[in-house]
Structures are given as structure tokens and as C-alpha cells.
């Protein structure tokens, strides 16, 4: 079993900035990938942001050049910088663990961007 705390949502208005960090209970290193998915109102969940191990990441065609994931091996801890957030980026964000056990989801957290 993997844990996944996720923390930096909120309301914040477009243009603005956000970070999300999402803690996992074992070492990331036994993670791959790890990341970030969302579900706007009205749609499917999708791919935000996910990282491999070795560094490689995958991002959203919507999120390309101003959302930016990253890791802390340390603090079993990714990140999503989020920038020049729009108001169609509002949604709930989930954390995402894979590893050879199945995959694993987070409870999710809000992100509320405002016109």
C-alpha cells in the first residue's frame, strides 16, 4: 500500500501561481511514475504532469510550458508548480502512485482559478 498526502490547492486568480505537493507514505524511488492527474467539472479525468524515475516527465498538452513537475527523493515528495493558471484550470487534482503493487490515488484537492 502507498499513502498519498496531497496539500497546496486553493482559490487564486487567473494568471496567478499555485504549488502542490504530494507526499507519499514509502520511498519515491519505488515509485514510477508518480504524478498528477485532474478532473474538471463536466469531464473525464486526465494527465496533468508525471515524472519517472531518472528525472524523465510527461505533461498535459493544455499545461505544456506553464506547469512544471519536480521531485524531492528526500522528502518522498513531488511537486507541481503551477503558472499563468487560467480559469479552465480549475478542477480536483489528484496525486498519482504507480508501482509494481498497482496504482494509487490520492484524495485530491481543490484548485479553483477565478476570472
Known amino acids: 500500500q502507498v499513502q498519498l498526502v496531497e496539500s497546496g490547492g486553493g482559490l487564486v486568480q487567473a494568471g496567478g501561481s499555485l504549488r502542490l505537493s504530494c507526499a507519499a507514505s514509502?520511498?519515491?524511488?519505488?515509485?514510477?511514475?508518480m504524478g498528477w492527474y485532474r478532473q474538471r467539472p463536466g469531464k473525464q479525468r486526465e494527465l496533468v504532469a508525471v515524472i519517472h524515475n531518472g528525472g524523465a516527465t510527461t505533461y498535459g498538452d493544455s499545461v505544456k510550458g506553464r506547469f512544471t513537475i519536480s521531485e524531492d527523493n528526500a522528502k518522498n515528495t513531488v511537486y507541481l508548480q503551477m503558472n499563468s493558471l487560467k480559469p479552465e484550470d480549475t478542477g480536483l487534482y489528484y496525486c498519482y502512485a504507480e508501482r509494481w503493487t498497482g496504482g494509487y490515488w490520492g484524495q485530491g484537492t481543490q484548485v479553483t482559478v477565478s476570472s
Open positions: 514509502i520511498t519515491i524511488r519505488d515509485i514510477d511514475p
